[in-house]
């Protein structure tokens, strides 16, 4: 793994993000969760079909989790990449800061280490509400009792473990929303047939913007995060954004792992019911994304702008058009293309296939 992609990965989205879940007033609780993610080889869901005038593009959708166990075994999709002239991969945005100095990324990995762990000899006890640590320590118990030292990590630590265990015990696999190589179980099947098709058109509609970081800019970081972690407003941020991991683990999970294994079985009514979709970019998930408002992170970016926070919203309109833009002209000039999209945008009443279908292309559903 190379310094510049660790230290990005470490460093991804270093200013504030918006918060990416979402909570249901009426979902299932925790102790009633009777769906269990199935395991074995499965065709996966029903491609969508945009038409025109002969011209087609079959689109896969993707959810927002996967049964990591399973086998995409999808002989249907192999056949149509294979007759396709163009492959057009999920509009996705990526913005994070980068170091190539073996030097500073030693430093990002101490600064990371020292940020995710909490100082002395304080626990999570000491620093979430008694309400939240409660909760927090039911699910605990149920999925992880063994684990002591995520006691010991900062909320944002904390936060990471308990996503990692609670998705290893439930075989669930999550789409990472930054990287279109997420997820591997379809990406790396894909990718093997479009190689596969040496005739095949390769069109990419990501948007990222990456910032080299400099010796300066990191000490100004680590000096300000030190400032910022011991406020008060901080803190309680980071445990009201822990809060909504804890609600979105404690009743939402249900109602996913139904999602995941309707995106195997091929189960179209599951897979549209309106579950609130769960992303892992989330502030409470990085302990660097520390919110702009307050006052040194003000101070830092007037003294080091180039840590700014791009516009994600408006890379996302442009990816999303660019995607948009891309499939358009594929069905002007193939005869069969493939994409993948995110379901959202396959099913929201203005979602990029609805765009399409406005636009006069015919859109209907194929399982065969």
């Not at 163009?86 to 990995?109: D, H, K």
């Not at 063994?146 to 630590?157: F, P, T």
């Not at 000490?219 to 910022?228: D, E, F, S």
């Amino acid at each position: 793994m190379s310094t510049e992609f660790r230290a990005a990965v470490l460093l991804l989205a270093v200013l504030p993000q918006a918060s990416a879940f979402a909570q249901s007033n009426n979902a299932e609780p925790l102790e009633t969760l009777a769906e269990v993610v199935v395991v074995g080889s499965f065709p996966g869901p029903p491609l969508w079909k945009v038409s025109k005038d002969g011209h087609a593009l079959w689109i896969l959708p993707l959810v927002d989790m996967y049964p990591k166990k399973m086998q995409w075994e999808s002989a249907r999709v192999e056949k149509l990449i294979g007759e396709s002239q163009e492959y057009i991969s999920r509009p996705v945005v990526a913005s994070g800061i980068y170091t190539s100095n073996p030097l500073l990324l030693v430093w990002v990995l101490s600064l990371y280490n020292t940020m995710v762990h909490l100082p002395g000899e304080k626990t999570l006890a000491d620093v979430l509400p008694p309400d939240v640590y409660q909760r927090f320590r039911a699910v605990k118990s149920r999925y992880f009792p063994r684990n002591s030292g995520i006691e010991k990590l900062a909320v944002s630590g904390a936060a990471r473990a308990m996503q990692k265990e609670i998705l290893q015990q439930e075989n669930l696999e999550s789409l990472n929303m930054t990287s279109a190589n997420s997820p591997l179980l379809i990406t790396e099947q894909t990718d093997k047939w479009v190689k596969g098709n040496k005739a095949i058109r390769r069109t990419k509609t990501g948007v990222g913007l990456n910032h080299k970081l400099t010796a300066r800019e990191l000490k100004a970081l680590a000096a300000t995060m030190k400032v910022v972690a011991a406020t008060p407003a901080f803190v309680d941020a980071e445990a009201a954004c822990f809060e909504k991991i804890l609600a979105y683990f404690e009743n939402d999970l249900g109602p996913v792992k139904r999602r995941a294994n309707a995106w195997a079985r091929g189960r179209i009514d599951d897979l549209v019911n309106p579950t609130p979709l769960y992303s892992v970019r989330n502030a409470c998930i990085n302990p660097f994304s520390a919110n702009a408002d307050f006052p040194e992170m003000k101070k830092l970016l007037e003294n080091e702008p180039g840590l700014a926070a791009p516009d994600l919203v408006e890379l996302g309109r442009k990816s999303r058009q660019q995607w948009l833009d891309a499939a358009e002209a594929a069905l002007s000039r193939n005869t069969t293309t493939f994409a993948l999209l995110f379901v959202n945008d396959v099913l929201d009443k203005d979602g990029l296939v609805a765009q399409l279908e406005s636009k006069g292309y015919k859109v209907e559903i194929s399982a065969e």
